[in-house]
């Protein structure tokens, strides 16, 4: 807009200058995006496709593909008791999103308080989230260990007759889930110290003249306040979630008896081990369009509760 | 007046009161957030013997230095770190300077449909990771590329929509003054990226640069699908194996866990600034 008033003030040659100069501008801008969509196109859209194609074939390295139609996601809906298995899996895991939420927030609560020397605690708070899984998996499964473990001789000391944890059918979860949570609590924490920074302090003031208590601020202003991050760490805790899986590799190996196997390991198991290409490909489909539609769900949902001002 | 006074006062102990029990519950967050490096830091330097001694003892009869001579000695922790140089640092620097060109692109240079352009861009981002990693490793495979460094090197060089959402964000905050002068001065785009938006992106850069390379630094999962050879196994990728091969040697295995950490750590301590910024901005984005 504002290059075509003052271009019409100008005189011709001044036009057409503008115009030479916006064809170059026009072809460096094309030219400077260019990579990216390479990327996207090599990287991301042909392997993708290529998938879909692989997913209606027995294909495996070494062999020639059979194309079987969609005898692979016959397979994987109906007669592999391992898909349900390891799906079920995966949303059991994902309780540490919601338990996870809820820790945060608290914590961020309390940092928000603005304590001398909260930046230490947000720190040692975050620190895990840009700490290696490997070697955090590897200190976990000491700390978990049912023996020797650290957990369990505390536990043992307030009166706690603990589990076997990552060895115990029933236990393995709960304690990855606990693992999860510990690790991922860091970055919640500093979007919604972010958010509640943001919520206007007029709204509180207003409240405390009306004679709203603590607990009636938080849940009608805090809560409402802070919901598209909220929401927003929900999303992408979910969507994280849901692919998780080197740290389930590393600490129990899926075991015992399949119970840590989420359904991404399962993937790779099928892909990596059992070699079996085409069925995976129809897997990662599967996945895929499991985790778009959550993703569509909970906008759908969101718009009850995600107040945007 | 004394009533109001006493008000304060009363309210003033409440807050006080209020702040104590915040200190108690942060300080029993902050032990359970702690302990488990300080676990690692105290195994990784007990001598052999006293490993399984019940109840746990935080320190032992000694300091066990010798326990990192020798897992550098028995895995290849150096050999390992440069592998992953290898892999992360070529990768950043050209990713970040595609991600850079792209994102002034998008945020100031005008070509036709260049909003719907990065909107497409943007849009991949919805594709997971995990759906991906058996396309992908059909596709390299099928190239030949498998057990070699190119697939963790090469589509990284292409940049990443999620950079570039960021490197836009902040190029679209610089003024244009600066441009239309550098235009009038007859400058090119390539031109005025160069000498104008590099130099004035650099914070921002630099918080993208430390991230990526952090979660390079980190990355495991490529890694273990695209390499077999232990000579070209990054960082990371040699640990684990370490780890499962030595599983309950727990001294060596914390020995080795401090050692990975400590890069991670060090660049953590002088650009805690940037970790939490590159975080926050996320959130504001939402």
New interface residues.
């Given amino acids: 807009m504002e290059?075509q008033t003052s271009a019409a003030v100008k005189t011709r040659p001044a036009k057409r200058k503008r115009r030479l100069?916006?064809r170059?501008?026009?072809r460096?801008?094309?030219l400077?995006?260019a990579?990216?969509?390479?990327?996207?196109f090599?990287?991301?859209?042909?392997?993708?496709l290529?998938?879909l194609y692989?997913s209606l074939t027995n294909?495996n390295?070494g062999q020639p593909a059979e194309f079987i139609g969609l005898d692979n996601y016959k397979r994987a809906l109906a007669d592999d008791p391992l898909v349900w298995k390891t799906l079920w899996n995966t949303f059991y895991a994902a309780l540490g999103v919601p338990l996870g939420m809820i820790a945060a927030l608290f914590?961020a609560l309390?940092?928000d308080?603005k304590?001398r020397g909260?930046h230490?605690?947000?720190?040692?708070?975050?620190?895990?989230t840009?700490?290696?899984?490997?070697?955090?998996a590897?200190?976990?499964r000491?700390?978990f260990n049912a023996d020797?473990g650290?957990l369990n001789?505390y536990l043992g000391v307030i009166g706690i007759d603990a589990p076997a944890w990552l060895i115990d059918q029933t236990w393995a979860m709960p304690a990855m889930i606990i693992q999860g949570v510990?690790g991922g609590?860091g970055?919640s924490i500093?979007?919604y110290?972010?958010?509640l920074g943001n919520v206007p302090t007029s709204l509180y003031e207003a409240a405390t003249v009306d004679g709203a208590n603590g607990w009636q601020k938080f849940i009608h202003i805090t809560v409402p306040g802070i919901s598209?991050?909220t929401?927003?760490i929900l999303i992408t805790s979910l969507?994280g979630a849901?692919?998780d899986?080197?740290r389930f590799?590393?600490l129990t190996g899926g075991g015992p008896n399949y119970s840590t196997t989420t359904i991404?390991y399962y993937?790779?198991t099928v892909?990596?081990q059992y070699s079996e290409?085409g069925y995976?490909?129809a897997?990662?489909?599967i996945?895929?369009i499991i985790?778009?539609l959550i993703?569509v769900i909970n906008f759908v949902f969101s718009k009850r509760w995600v107040h945007y001002n | 007046m004394a009533v109001i006074a006493a008000g304060r006062r009363k309210r003033g102990a409440a807050k006080r009161l209020a702040d104590l029990a915040a200190y108690m519950l942060l300080g029993l967050g902050g032990v359970i957030m702690a302990v488990p490096f300080l676990w690692m830091l105290a195994t990784s330097l007990k001598p052999d013997g006293e490993l399984y001694s019940y109840p746990p003892e935080w320190i032992g009869s000694r300091l066990a230095w010798e326990n990192y001579r020798i897992i550098f000695e028995e895995a290849h922790l150096i050999r390992g770190f440069f592998n992953t140089m290898i892999v992360v640092v070529p990768t950043l620097i050209i990713g970040l300077f595609v991600c850079a060109m792209s994102a002034y692109a998008f945020a100031k240079l005008r070509f036709p449909g260049r909003d719907k352009l990065f909107m497409l861009l943007i849009g991949t981002m919805v594709v997971p990771g995990a759906v991906m990693m058996i396309p992908a490793f059909i596709m390299f495979k099928t190239f030949g590329w498998t057990d070699s460094w190119k697939p963790l090197i090469i589509p990284g060089m292409f940049g990443a929509p999620m950079v570039i959402f960021f490197l836009r964000q902040f190029i679209k905050t610089l003024p244009d003054e600066l441009e239309d002068a550098a235009k009038i001065d007859g400058m090119s785009p390539p031109g005025i990226f160069l000498r104008i938006i590099v130099p004035l992106s650099k914070p921002a850069l630099i918080t993208q640069g430390i991230l990526s390379f952090n979660a390079g630094y980190n990355d495991y999962l490529g890694p273990l699908i695209y390499l077999n050879s232990p000579e070209r196994y990054t960082l990371q990728l040699e640990l684990a194996s370490f780890s499962s091969y030595y599983g309950t040697e727990w001294t060596l295995v914390m020995a080795g866990a401090v050692v990975a950490l400590i890069p991670t750590l060090v660049l953590f301590a002088f650009a805690q600034r940037f970790f939490i910024e590159g975080i926050a901005l996320t959130g504001i984005k939402a």
């Fill in positions: 290059a100069l916006y170059s501008e026009m460096w801008g094309y400077f995006i990579p990216p969509f390479i990327g996207v090599v990287f991301l859209l042909y392997p993708l290529n998938s692989m294909f390295f914590a309390l940092l308080r304590l909260r230490f605690f947000r720190m040692l708070f975050f620190l895990p840009i700490c290696s899984v490997v070697a955090l590897m200190v976990w000491w700390i020797f650290l001789y510990w609590l970055v500093i979007l110290l972010a958010a598209p991050v929401f927003f969507i849901l692919q899986f080197p590799q590393l991404v993937l790779y892909a990596f290409m995976a490909s897997l990662a489909w996945l895929g985790i778009m993703i």
